[in-house]
């Protein structure tokens, strides 16, 4: 069991990608510290891991659009002398809408829980990790991270490109210790994530090979931050398109996108 001992913080653990995290991370030996608002989800998920791989689970319900929360989420675990050795941020969703359709407050909101919140626990647990000379962070991003903005969606490329340049800070601070920073960037995964943002309808219409399932971008990203991998893009793809939206000239590639996007991003109205 490769991480017999190691505690893993995942954040979003109630579903999809979060939820898969959980149950690799305890196939391979780590106790796990499961965070989101779904007590009764997180609940399910550690009885079912605590009895299938014989590991130890907390459940922390906590709504990290908050910004007090990641607060108390360490403060909780310092209390009871529970190290994080693997962090895993990843909670998310989408805000459908063009920029203006959306109050401020929804933004703000946002942004709390997609930047603030994976930069205050980082900053939480990141000094233990140095302390102790062993630590694996994971920043879930996305391949919209890596292209240009969209129409529609509009703070989450910039949310998720701030990620990989986060993710890629940390490591650049962390190298020559033994913690090693990520920013995972999967493209369409199967999860909840679009019954959240009601896209459901939309993306269904896309290619199914434009689809992943979690298990196999989690656990790409699991064997990624052991070898020190500080962008991972999972999949042929996701791979191919981010290829191609570098390789292009700038306008071209902003017109991909812009063109692509129109199929499963819309105005509010529409
Ligand atoms: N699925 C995709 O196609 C895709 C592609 C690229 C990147 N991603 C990224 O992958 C990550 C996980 O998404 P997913 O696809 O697994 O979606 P999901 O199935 O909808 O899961 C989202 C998770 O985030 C948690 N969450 C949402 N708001 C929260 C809040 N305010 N406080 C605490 N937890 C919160 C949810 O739990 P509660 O509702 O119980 O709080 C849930 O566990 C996100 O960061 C997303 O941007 C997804």
């Keep these: 069991m490769e991480y017999q001992g190691k505690w893993a913080l995942i954040t979003g653990a109630s579903a999809g990608i979060g939820a898969t995290f959980a149950r690799s991370y305890a196939a391979k030996g780590a106790n796990l510290i499961l965070v989101a608002r779904r007590e009764d989800r997180l609940r399910e998920l550690a009885a079912e891991l605590e009895g299938a791989s014989g590991i130890k689970v907390k459940i922390i319900a906590a709504d990290l659009a908050e910004d007090a929360a990641p607060k108390i989420i360490s403060g909780a675990l310092a209390q009871d002398a529970t190290p994080v050795d693997i962090l895993v941020n990843n909670a998310g969703y989408g805000l459908p809408g063009f920029f203006t359709e959306n109050a401020w407050t929804a933004h703000r909101g946002f942004l709390e829980l997609m930047i603030n919140s994976y930069v205050q626990m980082t900053r939480a647990f990141l000094p233990g990790m140095l302390e102790r000379n062993w630590g694996r962070v994971i920043q879930v991003s996305s391949v919209a991270g890596l292209v240009p903005g969209s129409a529609g969606h509009t703070l989450y490329g910039p ?112």
């Design 159 to 270: 949310s998720k490109a701030f990620l990989v340049s986060f993710a890629q800070s940390i490591a650049a601070e962390c190298d020559g210790t033994g913690v090693n920073s990520s920013a995972l960037c999967p493209g369409f995964t199967y999860s909840e994530f679009h019954d959240v943002n009601n896209t459901r309808g939309l993306v269904s219409q896309l290619p199914k090979y434009m689809f992943m399932k979690a298990e196999p971008v989690v656990e790409g990203a699991i064997a990624a931050v052991e070898r020190r991998h500080v962008v991972y893009v999972p999949g042929a793809w996701n791979k191919f398109t981010t290829w191609l939206a570098k390789a292009l000239p700038r306008p071209w590639a902003h017109a991909m996108v812009k063109n692509q996007s129109k199929k499963f991003r819309k105005r509010k109205d529409n």
